[in-house]
Structures are given as structure tokens and as C-alpha cells.
């Protein structure tokens, strides 16, 4: 009896855990070399772990603080393998790892409180002004719709002309799609639940103009699926004024010039205004689109009768932002991008402080 149960305990030790297991551990000085998806910036392991957590694909990480060219770099490397863990371990100083907090059922806006001293998030700078210290920075950030972090020099900062200066910066917090493309028998959309996400009393107006275009002023191209989807990334992009969507190529122009609007009449385009302090409907994220193939950012793929099954799938899955079904296979893709505050770059840079909007902490 005892052997047996000496037996069962050294198995469950030994067999390799699941990748659908919510696994919060963190190795420290600890390196899980190779798998590499991509490299990301991030100003500490937490936040990191939380970009894994985000990132379609990633199933285990290694945040490392580097020495490039010219300044200390925050480095997340998010990784995977098929079997969600690392192939080896090997130890490595100041490295740490850990895995995907996709099983644990995490609040998909999380808070991130903590201000980091003599770390800059340079880039992404949409608006600047002075404030008194660092909290206040933090305050005018997170009662500012579109600011998602923040860079505040602090009154010793060397470069004097620029101290006490707050820098409110961007990332985007809405789904993206990041490759639109023709497909017979694809069938894509959104999860019903994502974009809902503004606490305003008013509806907003949808304020479209079709065949129209706004020549010029661009200042961002991505790709929307429809001129409400447009409409959706510009309402989140500080800069944007007005923008044009082009049905052929699924391009989605933003445009910045707040002095004068211009139009001209077009076949292709789709222009419009976005929306500012209203409640959005999630009307246009209910459309089903055929045709079309919403390609990569697959979280995972599962068997469904139909585009409807799938679309409910993606809805009731708290990570799913958008799918495509494939009829012939039958097959569901559920699909995401990040949408946390991602700071372009991260670095060293004595007396500056950088943190976080506290939207989702209240
Ligand atoms: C940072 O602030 C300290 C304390 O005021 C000061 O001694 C130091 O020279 C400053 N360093 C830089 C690089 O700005």
C-alpha cells in the first residue's frame, strides 16, 4: 500500500503537466532559451507574465533586463512549443520565467498600480504637459480616455528644460485584426462581448459618410473589416479626427487634422467621425462576415457545426476577441490580440518615472 502510494505520487510528479493548467509559478534566475514567438518590452516580470497571458500563442516566458548599444532594455520574450512547456531550463542570473496565466481565469483589464523609478517607456507620446510629481501625472493619465501609461521627469532630471514634464501615452486597448483576407468558405467576426466597454449615458451617433472619401492627413493604416470597425479604432486612437475605409483593400485610414475636413466622392471608401463620450452599440460587432478569413492570432481551433456555433464559442471564452469558422473543415478559430498597456520600449533612464493608467483598478 505504502509503495503504491510512494508510486502514484512519483507519477503525478513526473508526467508532464497540461498546458490548460493555471500554473502562477515564477523561476527566478532562470532562462528558457529558444521557442521564441516575438520580443516585447515590459517593466517587470508581472506585467510581462500578463503579456504572455494576452498574447494569442504564448505559453511560458523569460524577462531579462539587457545591456544594448546604448541603455539598460526591459526584454519579455514570449515563448511556446507544442506541449505549452519549455524544451530545457538553463540557469541564467537576473532571468526570470514563468508561464501563461491563460487557465486562471484572470480579469481581462488588469490593474497595474505600481510606478516604476528611473525606467522611461519612450514613444507613444500623444500629449504632454506639467505636473506637480509623478501621482499627478498618474491622475490626469487615467482621467484621460485615451492615455494608457505614462512618463513623468522628475524635478532632478537631467535635461532641465523638460523637468516636471508629463508625457501620456498610447497603446491600443481594442481589438485589432492584423491580416484581412478574401476566403471562400471563411466566415469571420467578433466576440459579442469585447468593445463594450465605455460607461456613458448617451448612445453614440454613428456618423458615417458613405462614398466619401477625406484625401490626406494620414497618419496610421491598419486593417477593418467594415467602416465600423473603423470607426471603432479611431473612436480609441487619441490623434485620430476623422478616417476612411476602403472596402476593396480593408484599409483603414486615420486622419489627424483638427482645423478642416475636406471630402470628396469616391466608389470604394467609407468615411466617418469618431465617437467621443457616448456608449457605443455593439450592433456591428454581431455582423458575420462571409468570405472572409480574419488570418493568424489563433488562440486554438475546435470542431463546430456552423459560423453561429463558433461565434458563440468565441463570445462565452473570455479570451476570444474574434474567429473564423472554416465550413469545409468545419473548424472554429478563436483569435486575439493584446490589448493591455504595451509600452513600445522600456528603458533605464535616471529620475524618470513611468507607470500605468489606474482606469481598471477602481
Ligand atoms: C538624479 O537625481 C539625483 C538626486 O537629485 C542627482 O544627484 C543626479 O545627478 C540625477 N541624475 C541624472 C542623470 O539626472
Known sequence: ????????????LCSPSSSQ??????????DFPGSDIISLYSPDVKHCQLLCTQHPSCSFFTFVCDWTTDAWHFYCYLKSTPSGQPNTQTPMQGATSGFSLKACNLDQKPCLSEV??????PGADYRFLFTADSEECQRVCTQDPACQFFTFAQENFSDKKIRYKCHLKFSWNVAR???????AGATSGFSHKVHQTEY???ECQ???????????????SLPAVSPEHCQILCSAHPRCTYFTHNRN????YLKNNPDEMVTSATEAGTSGLPHRSCQLDGNWATVAHEGIDFKGSDIRDEAADNAEACQRKCTEDPHCQFYTYVTSWHRCFLKRVITMPAPPKVTKVTNASSGFSLKNCF
Open 177 to 183: 485584426t492584423p491580416i484581412i483576407v478574401r476566403k
Open 249 to 252: 483593400s480593408f484599409s483603414c
Open 206 to 220: 454613428r456618423k458615417l459618410f458613405p462614398s466619401t472619401d477625406i484625401p490626406g492627413n494620414d497618419f496610421l
Open 21 to 30: 493548467e493555471c500554473n502562477r509559478a515564477l523561476v527566478e534566475n532562470m
Open 116 to 121: 516604476y523609478q528611473n525606467v522611461d517607456f
Open 200 to 202: 456613458f449615458d448617451k
Open 1 to 12: 500500500m505504502v509503495t503504491r502510494l510512494i508510486l502514484v505520487g512519483l507519477l503525478s
